[in-house]
């Protein structure tokens, strides 16, 4: 059986992890430099949606369209760290999401 293991695109996550943190960290920053917090709300929404889209779609490639792939997948440790780094990724898409939510919503109170 010919199947083409799932590329790891860790240098994607790591970027996303990055962007994430810079949001969190810009965020009581944010209000003085737009003035808006509907749209510091919505930015981090955004950017939290597109975070966690990732490591969702490498989940549902995972499980679904490579079959067998994840009895493989941990075997070994460096894929194991993979599986650990979208997990990261995804609670950081969901923190930004979290923190974006509560921002737009405060802000339209």
């Known amino acids: 059986m010919n199947r083409r293991r799932h590329a790891h695109r860790t240098g994607r996550l790591w ?8 949001y969190i960290a810009m965020l009581p920053y944010l209000h003085a430099l ?3 917090g509907v749209f510091d709300g919505s930015l981090g929404m955004f950017l939290g949606l ?20 994840f009895r493989e997948l941990v075997s070994g ?3 194991i760290g993979w599986v650990a780094l979208n997990m990261l990724t995804m609670l950081t ?3 930004v999401i979290t923190l974006g939510a509560a921002r737009f919503f405060g802000a339209a109170a």
């Open 93 to 95: 898409g969901m923190l």
């Open 77 to 79: 440790w460096a894929d």
């Open 50 to 69: 597109y975070t966690c889209a990732q490591p969702a779609g490498n989940a549902i490639d995972l499980l679904f369209f490579q079959r067998g792939a």
């Open 15 to 22: 970027v996303l992890i990055a962007l994430g943190i810079a």
């Open 34 to 36: 737009t003035r808006n």
